[in-house]
């Protein structure tokens, strides 16, 4: 199950790949398997930025 901002990235990264095919006359393959890793590409992202975040509350070490 994808979450409304996983389904926002990969409207965006539609909308590259669209715009990318109509200049250059290209056709990327979509098949499930680009589908997936798109989607695993998201969740990793969005993983990479909670952590991020989780970092940037914690105070800093004192030795």
Same mark, same amino acid.
């Given at each position: 199950m994808t $979450? $409304?901002?996983?389904k926002i990235l990969l409207a965006k990264y +539609?909308?590259?790949i669209s715009r990318w095919c109509d200049l250059t006359g290209n056709v990327?393959? +979509?098949s499930? +398997? @680009?589908i997936k890793t798109a989607a695993e590409l998201a969740a990793? @992202?969005?993983h990479l930025e909670r952590l991020a975040a989780e970092k940037r $509350?914690?105070?800093p070490w004192k030795f």
């Open positions: $979450t $409304t901002e996983e +539609a909308g590259t990327p393959d +979509a499930g +398997a @680009v990793f @992202v969005k $509350t914690l105070p």
